[in-house]
């Protein structure tokens, strides 16, 4: 799988958008763009994922650049439950396709 | 949606025993399954890929006669921590995929071994 660079940290006023960066420049045609987000002593939580076009759901939106070199993960209206180690994972399709994390982003969220 | 459910959440074993992890998929049948572990303030390290009826497939560096896995079932999966020593103190997690496209992961298992 693709190896991803994200900022170790970020910080985010409650109210505003956090926008969370991250690049996968080797990604390859068949491999998709995952975000997952890990709140202190739990599981990781998926997010949201895409291909190619922008994706939007319930709890975030997905923006990829038309190289899919880069994405970014948008959180509209951040609140203190967001603050979390955000995950961008490049993994291909299939139930036995691996995750492979890296170091992810470290977001707080502040009053 | 899909659930993966991990027991025990904690648990505390003395040196040189053994412990035994579960992981089942409650609502969707998993021929493949996944372990990680994490130590604190770092990301998660995947261990081993679990294959239903199969042996399981270990990522380098991880001890296969250390770490026991079993996966007798479509949902349930088995992480056996054999002889642990307090640098096995970690958080486990494991995950499975109900689709193509999606991962669901357990709520982790706290082991600490004094």
């Known amino acids: 799988d693709a190896k991803t660079t994200q900022p170790p940290s970020m910080d985010c006023a409650e109210g505003r958008a956090a926008n969370l960066p991250c690049n996968h420049s080797?990604?390859?045609?068949?491999?998709?763009v995952y975000w997952y987000r890990q709140i202190h002593s739990q599981g990781p939580q998926y997010i949201i994922h895409?291909?190619?076009n922008n994706e939007t759901n319930e709890m975030a939106s997905l923006i990829i650049t038309e190289d899919r070199k880069s994405s970014t993960l948008i959180l509209p209206h951040a609140t203190l439950r967001d603050t979390a180690v955000y995950y961008c994972?490049?993994?291909?399709?299939?139930?036995?396709?691996?995750?492979?994390f890296g170091t992810g982003t470290r977001l707080q969220v502040t009053l | 949606g899909a659930v993966v459910s991990q027991h025990p959440s904690r648990v505390i074993c003395k040196s040189g025993t053994s412990v035994k992890i579960e992981c089942r998929s409650l609502?969707?049948?998993?021929?493949?399954m996944f372990w990680y572990r994490q130590f604190p303030k770092q990301s998660l390290m995947l261990m081993a890929t679990?294959?239903?009826?199969?042996?399981?497939?270990?990522e380098q560096g991880v001890e296969k006669d250390k770490f026991l896995i079993n996966h007798a079932s479509l949902t349930l999966s088995t992480l056996t921590v054999t002889s642990a020593h307090p640098e096995d103190s970690s958080f486990y997690i494991c995950?499975?995929?109900?689709?193509?496209?999606?991962?669901?992961f357990g709520s982790g298992t706290r082991l600490t071994v004094v």
């Open positions: 080797t990604i390859s045609g068949n491999e998709y």
């Open positions: 679990s294959n239903e009826g199969s042996k399981a497939t270990y």
């Open positions: 609502d969707f049948q998993a021929t493949t």
């Open positions: 994972i490049v993994r291909s399709v299939g139930t036995a396709s691996k995750l492979t």
């Open positions: 995950s499975a995929s109900p689709t193509n496209y999606g991962y669901t």
């Open positions: 895409g291909l190619k």
